[in-house]
């Protein structure tokens, strides 16, 4: 059964310094999303893409963020500056109805 | 936005109880999902349910989307359905999804 995989499942990078969270969604699905999760918290709705470009972000995707979809298959989540409070699990999903998640990557921020 | 309430927040049962969840959202929707959480935090797909009642083994779930709520239920539960339960709700035409604050549920040998 295809799955959506996320790579790393764990990054442990500096305040300061720019991250990548890598995703490959499923492939014939349209839409792709990022979430986070802070511990304990719910899950927190980031941005959607369709069709190359965002569809909607939330108000905590600020300038820091961006996503690519460089090749056709991968999807990624780049945070340019890191802070502390951008330590959370990140998840990737895709859908063409229902949405399927990644396993997640956990970002901690030193 | 859409604000997405679940009830009730904790849960503890007995195994082989049965439990029914509530998710309620404060606008209209085209998409609901409902998810089980792990306790390693994985998020386990249960249904997509804009509306109607689906049922996959043990579990059931109800969309009523005209009154703007949803329901999860199970029975017979087992340990192995500890975790966290989310509820999440979205437009077509407007890709941002709402997640509910979610049930912890923990079932007790």
């Known amino acids: 059964e295809p799955e959506v995989t996320q790579t790393p499942s764990h990054q442990v990078t500096q305040m300061g310094q720019e991250v990548i969270l890598r995703c490959v969604p499923i492939s014939n699905h349209l839409y792709f999303y990022w979430y986070r999760q802070i511990l304990g918290q719910k899950v927190e709705f980031l941005v959607s893409?369709?069709?190359?470009?965002?569809?909607?972000k939330s108000e905590i995707f600020d300038d820091q963020f961006s996503v690519e979809r460089p090749d056709g298959s991968n999807f990624t989540l780049k945070i340019r500056s890191t802070k502390l409070e951008d330590s959370a699990m990140y998840f990737c999903?895709?859908?063409?109805?229902?949405?399927?998640f990644g396993p997640g990557t956990r970002l901690t921020v030193l | 936005g859409i604000q997405v309430e679940q009830s009730p927040p904790d849960l503890i049962l007995q195994e082989g109880a049965n439990s029914t969840l509530r998710c309620n959202f404060s606008?209209?929707?085209?998409?609901l999902q409902w998810f089980h959480q792990n306790p390693w935090g994985q998020l386990i797909n249960l249904f997509y349910?804009?509306?109607g009642t689906k049922q996959n083994g043990r579990l059931s779930a109800t969309t009523v989307a005209t009154e703007r709520y949803s329901l999860l239920y199970i029975s017979s539960s087992q340990t192995t359905d500890s975790g966290v339960y989310f509820c999440?709700?979205?437009?077509?035409?407007?890709?941002?999804?709402?997640f509910g604050t979610g049930t912890k549920l923990q079932v007790i040998p």
């Open positions: 606008d209209s929707v085209n998409n």
């Open positions: 999440a709700v979205w437009r077509w035409g407007y890709q941002k999804v709402t």
């Open positions: 349910i804009p509306s």
């Open positions: 999903a895709s859908s063409r109805n229902e949405q399927f």
């Open positions: 893409f369709y069709n190359n470009e965002i569809s909607e």
